[in-house]
Structure formats: C-alpha cells, structure tokens
C-alpha cells in the first residue's frame, strides 16, 4: 500500500504538461532567432548593408555620419545609370571606400568646362548640387574606357573624385546607396 509520502513524489499530471509547453516555447523562442539571425546575415551580406557617411563630399543629400543602407545586388541585375549614388573602393587605396555620383558611363565622351558638366557635348543638368557648393574646375575632353566610370561629389569645391583620381573601374563598384536611416529625422531615400 502506497503512503501518502509516495504519492506526494511523482510529479502532478499538469506540472509535467507545464514543463513541456515551457521547452516547447523555448524551442520555438531559440528555432525563430536563429531564423532570424540568419535572415538577417544573408540580407546584410548578400542584399543590404549599412555604412556610415564620412565627410561632406555628398552634401546637401548625405551629411558626415550619416547611416545609410546601399544596395549590393541591385547591379547584378540592371546597370549603372548617370545619376546613381554608388559605393566603391577608392581606387589609390581599396582598403577604403568612397561614396560619389556617376556622371559618365563607359564611352560616353566627357568633359568639365569651369564647372559646367558635359557628356557627349550636352550640358547635363545637375539640380543635386546647389550653386553655393559649385567649383570651377576644368576637366579636358576625354571618352571613357570600357567597364570605367566617371564620379563627382555633389559637393563640388571639396569633393575628391574622378577629376582627382581618375574613371573608377566597374570591379571597385559594389553598391548603390538606397536610403538613409539614421538620424531618424534625415531619413529618406537616396537619389
């Protein structure tokens, strides 16, 4: 005959019931972050990834320390445009990477006159760099090799760029700035 002290040993039916929904929650809590976290690494490594703005080259659009995200698969699928914000390894030092504007394609026939920008003849019309951030360097005519594009800061009279450092090579170009995120009050999309 079982004693009131053998029975008060086995654990209750509804203890046991509670214990396994306790480990099933925690399957389900550990099973969705590691979904998360490897969502997370492929769109980072793959798709998206944040950098920080350094310098004032990109001004009035991008501002020193601004967060943004840019795009590193956009360009497997269509091609560079004039106009795109890119990201590239600075081709003096690729330890390093820029962030500037594409102003001439591969063939396109460019040159700088005082400032004013022409491709294949036609003054481009520029409205992203405001008349106070203008310079008046000169670029002599040239065409652009294939695979290279040409790059300016919206910030003319302090951007280092193409006019420094030369067309910038398709391989150093690895992604297209798509939108600022932080400070969450300059948030937009990058255009």
Do not use: C
Request: charged share 25%; glycine share 4%.
């Amino acid at each position: 005959m079982e004693t009131q002290e053998d029975q008060s040993r086995e654990p209750h039916p509804l203890d046991l019931r509670t214990r396994r929904n306790r480990h099933r929650a925690l399957a389900v809590w550990a099973r969705d972050i590691l979904v998360s976290l490897a969502v997370a690494f492929f769109v980072i490594t793959f798709l998206y990834q944040p950098v920080r703005v350094e310098g004032t080259s990109m001004l009035p659009r991008l501002h020193d320390q601004d967060r943004i995200f840019i795009n590193k698969f956009v360009y497997h699928f269509e091609d560079i445009g004039r106009g795109d914000v890119v990201v590239f390894y600075y081709p003096r030092d690729p330890s390093k990477s820029y962030i500037k504007r594409v102003i001439a394609l591969p063939g396109d026939r460019l040159q700088v006159d005082e400032g004013r920008v022409y491709v294949n003849g036609v003054r481009i019309p520029e409205p992203y760099v405001p008349q106070r951030f203008l310079d008046i360097r000169s670029v002599s005519p040239l065409v652009l090799p294939p695979h290279n594009y040409y790059v300016m800061g919206d910030h003319r009279s302090i951007s280092s760029d193409s006019r420094d450092f030369g067309p910038v090579d398709r391989s150093f170009i690895y992604g297209k700035a798509a939108f600022v995120y932080w400070p969450t009050e300059k948030m937009h999309v990058v255009e």
